[in-house]
């Protein structure tokens, strides 16, 4: 068994016979012949724990600052044209 991180989303088997739904960003424990086979095809990269734990924690705060941002500014426009229109 290999650890990964999906680089895409994508479908395989790791027994030949069901098939799963593996995706982009995230973690998995699967097969060596089915990693192998992600990691050739650049779908996915080895994961390495250590490292790459702090990195994923960052990228899921980094999304939410980013959402936060995202609703104060149309917030702040909607505020805007609510004024406009009160006028």
Known sequence: ????????????????IFVEEFKKGEVYNISDSLAEIFIKEKVAKLFNFEKDAKLL???K?????EEKIAEETENKVIKKYEN???R
């Open 1 to 16: 068994m290999k650890q990964i991180k999906m680089l895409e989303t994508h479908t395989g088997s790791q027994d030949g």
């Open 57 to 59: 924690s960052f990228e």
């Open 61 to 65: 705060d980094a999304k939410v600052y």
């Open 84 to 86: 406009k229109k009160k």
